[in-house]
């Protein structure tokens, strides 16, 4: 397993998060943004700047998964390319994306951006909060400790 990050847009204490558990079970992670992401010095830690520009950094991310790595994203697209490769998505916000919930997520995000063009103003999400962490630091951990039984 390979870990994949959308980095442009992951909080950074996500991705104090994930860099902790990532050298904790020696797992490859790699940050994938366009620009630069300073990381603590670990051979398990990789940063990977792509060039500028409208969903760079989600095609790299998507032809270099593989069934079985696991995706941090809150890109409903990428989700569901990755997802169909048997790759695992989880949010920054510890929501996890399935073959089961992909469909109805980008039907939501297709009616949001539809309300957005009519010039609806819909807002952005909440910030980040203490419970949301949690959410996330926990769902990574449980999917690393089915991953590592396998």
Same mark, same amino acid.
């Given at each position: ?7 442009? =847009?992951?909080?950074v204490?996500?991705r ?12 490859? %992670? *790699?940050?994938? #943004?366009?620009?630069? $992401?300073?990381? @603590?010095?670990?051979?398990?830690? !990789?940063?990977?700047?792509?060039? !500028? +520009?409208?969903?760079? =950094? ?6 270099? =998964?593989?069934? +079985?790595?696991l995706?941090i *994203? #809150?890109?409903?697209?990428?989700? &569901?390319?990755v997802?169909?490769k048997?790759?695992?998505? $989880? %949010?920054?916000?510890?929501? /996890?994306? *399935? =073959?089961?919930?992909?469909k /109805?997520?980008l039907?939501m995000?297709?009616?949001?951006? @539809?309300?957005?063009? &009519?010039?609806?103003? %819909?807002g ?6 203490? @419970?949301?962490? !949690?959410?996330? #630091?926990?769902?990574?951990d449980?999917?690393? /400790?089915?991953?590592? !039984? *396998?």
């Amino acid at each position: 397993m390979n870990i994949w990050v959308d980095a442009d =847009a992951c909080p950074v204490v996500i991705r104090d998060i994930l860099c902790r558990a990532a050298v904790k079970r020696q797992i490859e %992670t *790699t940050f994938v #943004a366009n620009q630069a $992401i300073r990381l @603590t010095p670990s051979p398990w830690l !990789k940063s990977l700047q792509v060039p !500028k +520009g409208f969903d760079v =950094a989600d095609d790299e991310i998507a032809s270099r =998964a593989q069934a +079985g790595d696991l995706i941090i *994203t #809150a890109d409903i697209p990428l989700a &569901s390319e990755v997802l169909a490769k048997g790759s695992f998505v $989880i %949010t920054p916000r510890g929501e /996890q994306y *399935t =073959a089961n919930n992909i469909k /109805q997520r980008l039907q939501m995000r297709d009616f949001m951006e @539809t309300m957005r063009s &009519s010039g609806e103003h %819909t807002g952005g999400p909440p910030p980040l909060n203490q @419970t949301d962490r !949690k959410h996330f #630091a926990d769902q990574l951990d449980r999917l690393l /400790q089915r991953h590592a !039984k *396998t």
